[in-house]
T-cell receptor, first 114, second 113 residues
Framework: AQSVTQLGSHVSVSEGALVLLRCNYS??????LFWYVQYPNQGLQLLLK??????LVKGINGFEAEFKKSETSFHLTKPSAHMSDAAEYFC????????????FGAGTILRVKS | DGGITQSPKYLFRKEGQNVTLSCEQN?????MYWYRQDPGQGLRLIYY???????QKGDIAEGYSVSREKKESFPLTVTSAQKNPTAFYLC????????????FGQGTRLTVV
């Protein structure tokens, strides 16, 4: 089955440092790609999405992600971490090879140190 | 405001009981989904529906049942056959096709007591 992999279940950065959360997908046809954020005991909020337009996608709260077909990746970055960025982040994919359903990675918990 | 409403936020179930989680949306979305979330496992799809009176099993449907009698509503029943129901349950809706994002409710935390 097609899948999505998030490298690193926990990532810790210092406030002001670069945030890099990794996501790789497995389908042969580029899927639609999404990053969501979840705060404790809440639902998921969309950060950004790639739907075959520009490969560099800008989202909310200063986050952006770059689609790289050759690497089958869609890594999430933010130049300078804030304490409020501490949350769990999920990469998700959809498309024909995923049955047009959202398939989620296992999530990465981001910790921001002061 | 448009959105998805899940209720209750917290639910406690005794052994052998069935419980029903509510999910209502006013976004006029055709597709609705139920996910189960456990620590370190991401979101796993339980059931999904793309049209009224029709639904399909997801990856972990055993011990769960759903109905889709109205476009706006997609309730999930956790039956006594589900041996490990303690989890966080999330409902979502979207336009059909996979190109657009899903919108999520605030979740229901179910605990077996």
């Amino acid at each position: 089955a097609q899948s999505v992999t998030q490298l690193g279940s926990h990532v810790s950065v210092s406030e002001g440092a670069l945030v890099l959360l990794r996501c790789n997908y497995s389908s042969s046809v580029p899927p639609y790609l999404f990053w969501y954020v979840q705060y404790p005991n809440q639902g998921l909020q969309l950060l950004l999405k790639y739907t075959s337009a520009a490969t560099l996608v800008k989202g909310i709260n200063g986050f952006e992600a770059e689609f790289k077909k050759s690497e089958t990746s869609f890594h999430l970055t933010k130049p300078s971490a804030h304490m409020s960025d501490a949350a769990e982040y999920f990469c998700a994919v959809s498309g024909v090879e995923y049955g047009n359903k959202l398939v989620f990675g296992a999530g990465t918990i981001l910790r921001v140190k002061s | 405001d448009g959105g998805i409403t899940q209720s209750p936020k917290y639910l406690f179930r005794k052994e052998g009981q069935n419980v029903t989680l509510s999910c209502e949306q006013n976004l006029n979305h055709d597709a609705m989904y139920w996910y189960r979330q456990d620590p370190g496992q991401g979101l796993r799809l339980i059931y999904y529906s793309q049209i009224v009176n029709d639904f399909q099993k997801g990856d972990i449907a055993e011990g769960y049942s759903v109905s889709r009698e109205k476009k706006e509503s997609f309730p999930l029943t956790v039956t006594s056959a589900q041996k490990n129901p303690t989890a966080f349950y999330l409902c979502a809706s979207s336009v059909i096709g996979g190109r657009t994002e899903a919108f999520f409710g605030q979740g229901t935390r179910l605990t077996v007591v």
